[in-house]
C-alpha cells in the first residue's frame, strides 16, 4: 500500500498536469458570489446576527488554482486572506488569477494541509472545500486545521459522499483496470475515460448517470481528471462524516445546504411517517434521507465551530426594534424588487419590503461615508422611514435578505 508521502507526490502531480479548477483568468473581480465565502453572511447564516468584526483573517486550505481564494478577497474587503495549496503548479495559476482580479490581497503558500500549524497567527474562517477527501489522512488534516481556527471562528467544509457517487467509483476502477501499468499516467486515463464513455451502450447506468449529472463540467479535462482518476479519494456516509467531524474537536453548526436535509421534503404525503422521524436523532435523521435519495447527496458541505458562538433570539419585539438592520452583501439584481437571494433562489419583494431594505441600505451606506459619531439607525428607526410588520421584519431577516445587529448600549465616557 502506498504511504502518505507516495500518495501526496501523487496528488501534486494530478494537479500539476492538470490545476484544478479550470475556471478562466479574469481581468477584473469574479462574477456574482457564494454567500459561504462571505464572513458577514456565513456568521449570520451559522448565528443569526451579523459579526462585530469584519477585519478578520482567512485561511483557504487546499486552495487549488485560486478560484475559491480570488472570491474571498472579493467579498471580504477588510480581511486577510492566505492559501495554501500542495501543488506547485496550481499555486502558479492561484497567485496570476487573482493579480489579475485585483485580489492583491491574497497570500500564497505552498503547504500540505498537515503543515497548517507553520502559518503564523490563527484564522477566523478556514475554507476547506475539494481538500479533505483526497488526503491519505482526513482525520489529522482537519485536525491541523482546528488548531489553527481561531476561538469563534468557522470553519467550512466540503468533502464528498459514497452513496451519489457510486457510478464514479464504478468508473475510476473501470479505468484504473484498463490503465494496468500506466496507472499514474493521467493524460492516458482521461484518454481512457473518455473512450470508455463514448463506447458503452447509451443506457449504461454508467452513461446515463454522466450525462444526466456531470458532463457539462466534464467536457473540460481538467475536471473530468479530477472526477475518474484522482489517485486519492476517500467517500464519506453520514456515519463517517460525523466520525470525521467529531475527530476535529471542533463544534458541528449546521449543513450550508440546509433544504436538502429537511425530512419533509421526501415524506411530506405521510404524517404517519413524518410522526415516526420526530423520535430519530439529527444524525439519524440525516442518515435516513441520504438512504432514501441517495442521487442527490453527492457531498456534504457543512460549518464547524471553534467554541461558542452568541445565537441571537430576536423573538422579542423589543430586542427586534432596537436590533441595527442591515442589507445582505449577497444579492443580485438589487435595485430592484425582483431579485435572486443569497442561494440565488428567486425572490419578489413588496413594495413595503423593498422601500424597507432601501432603508437599511441607505443606513448602512451613510454610516460608512459618515465622518461624524452619528449612531446606527435601529429598525424602530426605519420602520417611520419605511413602515413594516414586524413579522415580516422577522421574514427578511429569516430569508437573509437582511442581517442584524445587536444595539449594545454605548460605553459611559470616561
Keep these: 500500500m502506498p504511504d502518505s508521502q507516495s500518495i501526496s507526490a501523487a496528488v501534486a502531480e494530478l494537479y500539476n498536469t492538470y490545476p484544478f479548477p479550470p475556471e478562466p483568468l479574469l481581468d477584473e473581480p ?83 494541509l498537515y503543515d497548517a500549524d507553520q502559518l503564523p497567527g490563527m484564522f477566523d ?88 449529472r456531470w458532463s457539462m463540467e466534464n467536457q473540460r479535462d481538467e475536471c473530468f481528471a479530477d472526477m475518474y482518476v484522482h489517485p486519492q479519494e476517500v467517500d464519506y456516509t453520514i456515519d463517517t462524516l460525523f466520525d470525521l467531524i467529531d475527530a476535529s474537536g471542533l463544534r458541528f453548526l449546521g449543513f450550508s445546504n440546509p433544504r436538502l436535509w429537511q425530512i419533509e421534503r421526501l415524506l411530506e404525503k405521510n404524517p404517519e ?36 458562538l452568541p445565537l441571537a433570539d430576536w423573538s422579542s419585539d423589543e430586542v427586534l426594534l432596537t436590533a441595527i438592520p442591515d442589507r445582505s452583501p449577497c ?25 424597507f431594505i432601501q432603508a437599511c441600505d441607505t443606513n448602512h451606506a451613510q454610516l460608512a461615508q459618515s465622518t461624524t459619531s452619528r449612531k446606527p439607525r435601529s429598525v424602530q428607526e426605519l420602520l417611520q422611514e419605511a413602515p413594516l410588520p414586524l413579522k415580516q421584519v422577522r421574514e427578511l431577516q429569516a430569508q437573509q435578505l437582511i442581517l442584524l445587529s445587536p444595539n449594545k448600549p454605548e460605553s459611559p465616557e470616561g
Excluded at 202 to 211: A, D, G, K, P, S
Aim: net charge negative; charged share 25%; with cysteine.
Design 30 to 112: 469574479p462574477p456574482g458570489y457564494n454567500w459561504r465565502w462571505n464572513w458577514l453572511t456565513a456568521y449570520n447564516f451559522c448565528t443569526g446576527q451579523k459579526p462585530e468584526r469584519e477585519a478578520i483573517r482567512i485561511l483557504d486550505a487546499g486552495c487549488g488554482t485560486g478560484v475559491g481564494t480570488e472570491y474571498l478577497v472579493h467579498l471580504n474587503p477588510q480581511a486577510a486572506v492566505v492559501g495554501i495549496d500542495l501543488s506547485p503548479g496550481t499555486l502558479a495559476v492561484a497567485k496570476e488569477r487573482c493579480q489579475r482580479s485585483g485580489a492583491n490581497r491574497a497570500e500564497f503558500h505552498n503547504l500540505s
Design 273 to 308: 411517517l413524518l410522526e415516526r422521524t420526530q423520535h430519530l436523532s439529527d444524525r439519524q435523521r440525516y442518515r435516513l434521507i441520504e438512504l432514501l435519495d441517495p442521487e442527490s447527496v453527492t457531498h456534504y458541505e457543512f460549518f464547524l465551530a471553534h467554541g461558542d
Design 331 to 355: 444579492m443580485d439584481g438589487w435595485e430592484s424588487r425582483t431579485l435572486f437571494n443569497y442561494d440565488y433562489q428567486l425572490v419578489n419583494l413588496s413594495e413595503e419590503e423593498f422601500r
Design 125 to 212: 474562517l478556514i475554507n476547506c472545500v475539494g481538500v479533505l477527501h483526497h488526503l491519505p489522512d482526513p482525520a489529522r488534516g482537519i485536525q491541523a486545521l482546528a488548531t489553527k481556527l481561531a476561538p469563534g471562528g468557522l470553519l467550512h467544509g466540503f468533502v464528498y459522499a459514497e452513496l451519489g457517487r457510486q457510478e464514479i467509483q464504478l468508473m475510476q476502477a473501470a479505468i484504473a483496470l484498463l490503465q494496468g501499468d500506466r496507472k499514474g499516467d493521467y493524460r492516458d486515463g482521461v484518454s481512457v475515460g473518455r473512450q470508455l464513455f463514448a463506447t458503452l451502450p447509451e443506457n449504461n447506468r454508467l452513461v446515463r448517470r454522466e450525462r444526466e
